[in-house]
């Protein structure tokens, strides 16, 4: 079931009791943050709310904040049938038959209805607010935790254009409000907005277009945060999650294209040749303070709106939070394309704890001696997995899923000396302990069975199991004893 717009999302949680509406007065300033915080935390629903001092929007937060949610928007009941579907298109293979051919063609046809469409007219664009009359305090935006620097817009979808290959870029950045018009760009350097950012400055643009938009349906809101190739665009992959093309309507004052049922839509630009802008602290998902740092400055040229929009935003911090079952749906989707270049590869899995891009565990099929350090090596190599600290890497048989037997099992098959590994390379600019600013060490870990071909000469012991025969016996008298 594919959702068109924000809207018919929050209808569908509706039914289902999974969005409460509270109309009591809320302060945008922490006290939000602490309800959404215990909410998240005990898999409550997504919130509505319709009173936010300040404001006459609505704010609406959690709506991806459990794993059944998290499903639903991207139009699933479980997050691998995704994965499974673009494994099928990434084996497509063209039959020697015209019959097969033939059988082939619906395939087809629904890899082309993915590229976005552009329409003349759309609903995001029934309010049209001028750039004398912009106002960006009049929305509900969050000052998350106590240290803030100011009030961030937390789920802004920012839209950017190549300015060597026209490919768009839509990544999800913070964007600290400075004044009625103006907000920081938090796009840090290994990402597209930052990359755009570069080349437009290279090529002496005195400007780099914006769009920011907030709140659009769930698969590309979601598809915002994916970690997509550089030539693959979000709306493209939103349209593969959705089964359904992603309409788009041009800007009113950028040449740029927005999502048509967005809520709201900033326009504006970054000039290359401005002062950066101190921007931060800011209470981050590592759940520490990331530090004040300078960032180009978005000046907002338009704003533009349904009738009766809805402002969407998020918490991130300490562990659970929402970004955190995001995290896990790039996770699971992304698998098949970790596998497509390390076919040893059964599953991974990186824990909530670990941030994402502090641990990962992996198991694979080993074929040779040595083969986890392969793994480990290759994994640095595929994009955004290039941040992981820590990576672990255990036997097939090993449920990666469970983080407790995971760290059982390669605990006890390790040797430190032996089968751990250290590397350098890039961090997430956020990681604190890294030695330097987005560049540090890493570790890895051969928690797989050793072989005598890797220098271990002592009998390696099996894992306790109890026999079928004893599991089947206590399974049939289970009711007589009474637990």
Known sequence: MAFNSLNEFLDFLRRKGELKVIDVKVDAKLEITEI????????GPALLFTNVKGSEIPLVTNIFGTKQRMSWALGVQDLDAIGKRLSEMLNLKVP??????????????????????VVKKASCQDI?????????????????WPQDGGPYILFGQVVTKDPDTGVRNMGLYRLQVLDKNTTAMHWQRHKGGAMHFKRAKEKGMERLEVAVVIGSDPATMYSTSAPLPESI????????????????VKCKTVDLEVPAESEIVLEGYVDTGEDLRLEGPFGDHTGFYSLADYYP??????????????????V???PIMEDDWMGYATERIFLPLAKLVLPELVDYHMPFEGIFHNLVFASIDKQYPGHAFKVMNGLWGLGQMMFAKVIVVVDKDVNVQ??????????????PQRDVVFSKGPHDVLDHSSQYFSFGSKMGIDGTRKWPDEGFTRPWPDKIEMSDEIKKLVDSKWKSYGL
């Open 402 to 415: 469970n983080t407790s037997e995971a760290w059982w099992y390669a605990l006890n098959n390790i040797d």
């Open 36 to 43: 959404v915080d215990r909410t998240v935390k005990s898999a």
């Open 96 to 117: 020697e038959s015209l019959l097969g051919k033939m059988a082939m063609m619906p395939r087809l046809m629904e890899m082309a209805k993915f590229p976005p469409k």
């Open 233 to 248: 665009e979000e709306y493209l992959f939103a349209g593969f999650l959705r089964e359904e093309a992603v309409e788009l």
């Open 297 to 314: 400055a978005f000046h907002v040229t338009a704003v533009t709106t349904r009738k009766n929009p809805v402002f969407v935003s998020t």
């Open 316 to 318: 991130v911090g300490q």
């Open 128 to 144: 049209v607010i001028n750039e004398k009359d912009v106002d960006l305090y009049k929305f509900p935006v969050t000052t998350s």
